[in-house]
C-alpha cells in the first residue's frame, strides 16, 4: 500500500515521526481523511481524535487544535497537544473540569472567559476519551 511520512509535533516535542498509509483529522465540521498522494492543502485541527494506519494496525491520538500541512508524500501536523487515550490521568482531567467549571462561576474578562472554556473543552474531551478507551 502506497505511504507518505507523518510527522505530529505537538508544544511538548515530536510526539510521532514516521510512515503512515491514512489518516483522519479531526476539523471543525467532522473529520478530514488523507491518504498517500493527497493535494497540497492546509487544514485546521480542531481538539479530537486523530486516527492514522501504520503496517495495517490503527492508532488513536488524542490531539488539540493546530495545524496540518498536506502534501502528495508528507503531512506535518502542529498541534497544541498530542496524547495516547491510555496515558490520560482520568483523576487529573477530573480535577481540571471542576476548576474550569467553578471559574465559569465567577465574573470574567472575555478573555478570561473564553480561556475558561477552552480548559473546560478540553477536560471534557480527555473525561470522554479515557472513558471510551480504559483499560
Same mark, same amino acid.
Given at each position: 500500500?502506497? @505511504?507518505?511520512? &507523518?510527522?505530529?509535533?505537538? @508544544?511538548?516535542g515530536e510526539f510521532y515521526q514516521g510512515s503512515c498509509? @491514512?489518516?483522519v483529522l479531526? /476539523?471543525?465540521d467532522g473529520v478530514y481523511g488523507v491518504q498517500a498522494g493527497h493535494s497540497p492543502v492546509l487544514v485546521a485541527i480542531h481538539m479530537g481524535m486523530l486516527k492514522f494506519t501504520v503496517d495495517g494496525e490503527t492508532r488513536e491520538i488524542l490531539v488539540g487544535d493546530g495545524? !496540518?500541512?498536506?502534501?502528495?508524500?508528507?503531512? &506535518? &501536523? &502542529? /498541534? *497544541?497537544?498530542?496524547?495516547?487515550?491510555? *496515558?490520560? *490521568?482520568?483523576?487529573? !482531567?477530573?480535577a481540571a473540569r471542576i476548576r474550569a467549571e467553578e471559574r465559569l462561576q465567577h465574573k470574567q474578562s472575555m478573555h478570561e472567559y473564553y480561556q475558561t472554556k477552552i480548559a473546560l473543552d478540553r477536560a471534557m474531551q480527555r473525561?470522554?476519551? !479515557?472513558a471510551k478507551y480504559k483499560r
Open positions: 500500500m502506497n @505511504s507518505f511520512i &507523518l510527522n505530529i509535533t505537538a @508544544s511538548s498509509e @491514512s489518516m479531526p /476539523v471543525k495545524i !496540518a500541512e498536506v502534501t502528495p508524500t508528507f503531512v &506535518l &501536523l &502542529l /498541534v *497544541d497537544s498530542a496524547e495516547r487515550p491510555e *496515558d490520560i *490521568d482520568k483523576n487529573r !482531567a477530573e473525561l470522554q476519551t !479515557a
